[in-house]
């Protein structure tokens, strides 16, 4: 049975009933499949267009099908999700993907947004629902947990005052200049995420829309993935972004 979207849903965002967001799903896990199919068949403004089980799978329904946005877990039977998000770039460079896992891994987190991924949902997780991640994406945000944002802020904490006496090498220099710092406001969303806070909660602190907040995230990982994974958190410390 459908629920209708909420009434407040403005016509002009991504996810309308007579044009709902198409999504991808490829997790090899069957019961997790019909779990997260039965959620985004219960809101009319995301629409199931294909699964597929595999990798192999996966690659063709990305060539077949016309979609917004692929949902796929990291673990296939027969390789790892990083391909797919490698392979989605080129082959449909205008769909977003959101990465699924059974852990929140925190290197792989950063190798699923230098690899071009908008998100990150941990399965089973009590913060946010699939259709909830997929209509952020698509409207040009991004969906991330608090626990996850928390982890990845204490990094850079971390790495901040382990090198804070250590001169940074002329090839170190070079890339961190080329890197983009994050703004005051991008980092006040980060450390709002990071407390807990909702992207509703955030705007409304901060008096600006939930779409603007997702906004605001995806320009982090945006920003964080002009760097390696291995040199993400030292670039971060050295250019002062924390």
Known sequence: MHQSPPSMWPDFMAGQVEKPVRVLLVDDDPHMRRVIAQELMADERTLLVAQAASLREGRKAIKHHEFDVLLVDLNLGDGEGFELLDYLKSVRPAAEAIVISIMENDDQVLHAFELGAAGYLVKNSWFGNYPQAVLQVANGGA???PNLARRLLQRFDHGASASAATPAPAAQQSAGH????????????LRMVASGYTSVEIGNQLQISSLTVNTHIKNIYRKLQVRT??????????????
């Open 143 to 145: 969906s991330i947990t």
């Open 178 to 189: 080329e890197a983009e710092r994050l703004s005051q406001r991008e980092k006040e969303v």
């Open 229 to 242: 994974r291995a040199q993400a958190v030292r670039f971060a410390s050295l250019r002062g972004l924390f």
